[in-house]
């Protein structure tokens, strides 16, 4: 038995058939659709040497695009940012970048290390996590020997006279 499916991405339209009972199938191929994918070359996490994506964002997008059935159709960003908010802007979009791309539909995917926050979310779909990179600050552990000067080290001989004299 024949099943349609009618697919919708923004402005795309796919109408495809299925055979089978597999549901699965029938919620991850997406037909062979062709995405205009945005994205940023950056270290280790995604790159594009013209022909497919390396890195850990680009490998993870390569393996869903074998698994979902889809092309995809490239786009650096337009200038090299990955999205932050313009004040001030005089055009429809708030944000410069991958996310002002994806805002204004001149791509339908980013493949970036990109985080999430609530700016982002209001104009743009994420969708979950790939990876979890927290933050850390390395600093030099500090001598056994606590040293009173330590207090008073950071500032020139102008600040230490104008402390002792003026508190």
């Known amino acids: 038995e024949m099943t349609k499916i009618k697919a919708q991405f923004d402005e795309i339209n796919v109408v495809g058939e299925f055979t089978g009972d ?22 280790l996490m995604t790159k594009f040497d ?21 092309t995809y159709t490239t786009v650096q960003s337009i200038d090299g940012q990955y999205g932050s908010q313009v004040e001030g802007n005089s055009s429809r979009s708030k944000f410069n970048g ?43 552990r500090p001598d056994r020997n606590l040293l009173f000067s330590a207090y008073f080290s950071p500032f020139n001989s102008v600040s230490k006279i104008s402390l002792l004299f003026f508190s």
């Open 22 to 43: 597999n549901i699965y199938n029938k919620r991850t191929d997406l037909l062979g659709i062709n995405l205009k994918v945005g994205y940023k070359n950056y270290g």
């Open 50 to 70: 013209g022909n497919i994506f390396t890195g850990l964002m680009g490998k993870t997008f390569e393996t869903l695009k074998e698994q979902m059935n889809f």
């Open 98 to 140: 991958l996310i002002g791309m994806l805002e204004r539909k001149e791509i339908d995917i980013a493949v970036a290390d990109l985080s999430i926050d609530l700016a982002r979310v209001q104009c743009a779909d994420f969708g979950g996590y790939i990876i979890e990179d927290p933050s850390h600050a390395v600093i030099l």
